[in-house]
Each structure stands twice: as C-alpha cells, then as structure tokens.
C-alpha cells in the first residue's frame, strides 16, 4: 500500500465502550499526527509524534490516548468516549518540520459516531 | 482572534472563470503556509506549498504577503472537478499547523 492507510473507516460506539484507531504510512516520514474534524469547525491538532516521541498534546481529554510504537504506526485508543466527540479523525504525516519535504499527507480518516 | 481566518463563502463561478481566495494569519513567526482541498466527506489533499515569492503550478497560483500576514491562492480557467473546499494552512513553528474553517468553491458548468 502507499500513503496513509486508517482502519476502521467506519466506527460506531457506546460511551462504555473502548476502541482503538489504527493509521500506517508508507512515506518513509519520521512525524505523525492526529487530528479530530467536526462538521463547520476546522481541523484540530490533537497529538504529534517526532520520531516516536511524543510533542504536542494540544489539552486533549484523557479518554483519548495516543501510542507510536515506531514511526509507521500510531494508534490512537478511545475509551468512554462521549457524543460530542463524535468527528471524522485523520492521521497525517511529514518529515519533522525542521527538514525539507515538511508537508503533510492525510489519510481517509475514520468517522467516529459515539452513541 | 483565530490563528487562521478565512471567508467560507460559498463561491460559486461559472467554468473558465478565474476565482481568488484570501486567508489571513494572526502569528507573524509563521513559517511555513500550503494549500489543501478537502472534497466531501474525504481527507484534505496538498494542493500546493506557498513560497515566500510566490508559486504557479498550472492554473494554480499562491501568493505570501508576509507583511499583511495573508496568502492567497488564484484559480484561473476554473474546471468543475475544481469543486471543492480549499483550506489554508500555516504552521507557526515545530509540528503545530493551524487549519482554517476552507472556503468552499463550486464551478457551475
């Protein structure tokens, strides 16, 4: 596969429920992201990884927690999550920022639906 | 104020109309600035970097005024498969990029 792959596409949950989301790239790219979209707000950085380490936390709830086992992979695990949270969520990824090629590419997101 | 601002529209042009948007940025240690489209319900695509002096890539044209602290993007000879949302990005320093609300344009043939 080539670029960023997500999985599930489609998620349904319950707010008792506990998830995880999946993104891979295939990039060769050392930074990841997520970022959570709702409907009429713009993107909203929620975790950035450089070269597995954590950087930004942008006052995420703690029923969302990150994890980057290397720098292809980045999961993001929901847990007791609530309506509200309901949103598309897109992993992205770029070389870290301080090098060139820093643009980012998204892949298709996963549709959250929090019942 | 928001770190980026930019005007939803809707934009709505006939084919072959030339069309600009506007976006402004409240940080002015910003260093980086792109273009992306979002079609419906799929994920933002790179549509072009903006550099410091300017940048064409076919009909596409970018625009950086550092001093008034806005980019611009021109399309000219709009197509329909131009039809999209187009989001403005800045990233202030390190990993944090700002994404504006995009400006939504649809090309009536």
């Known amino acids: 596969e080539t670029g960023v792959t997500q999985t599930p596409r489609h998620l349904v949950m319950g707010m008792t429920n506990k998830k995880s989301l999946k993104c891979e790239q295939h990039l060769g790219h050392n930074a990841m992201y997520w970022y959570k979209q709702s409907a009429k707000k713009p993107l909203e950085l929620m975790f950035v990884y450089n070269f597995k380490e954590q950087t930004e936390n942008n006052s995420v709830p703690s029923r969302f927690s990150p994890e980057c086992p290397n720098s292809s992979h980045l999961f993001l695990h929901l847990h007791t999550l609530q309506p509200e949270d309901s949103a598309l969520y897109l992993c992205a990824s770029s070389q870290v920022p301080r090098e060139l090629g820093y643009e980012q590419y998204f892949g298709p997101g996963t549709r959250l639906t929090v019942t | 104020r928001k770190e980026v601002e930019q005007d939803p529209g809707p934009f709505n042009v006939p084919e072959g109309a030339t069309v600009a948007f506007n976006c402004t940025y409240s940080n002015s240690a910003s260093q980086s600035f792109f273009w992306y489209r979002q079609d419906c319900r799929k994920e933002p695509k790179l549509l072009m970097s903006?550099?410091?002096s300017g940048n064409e890539d076919g009909r596409f044209t970018a625009q950086l005024n550092r001093a008034s602290q806005y980019i611009s993007l021109l399309i000219r000879d709009s197509k329909l498969s131009d039809s999209a949302t187009y989001l403005c990005v800045v990233r202030f320093t390190g990993n944090q990029f700002y994404f504006g609300t995009g400006t939504s344009l649809t090309v009536i043939p």
């Open positions: 903006v550099y410091s």
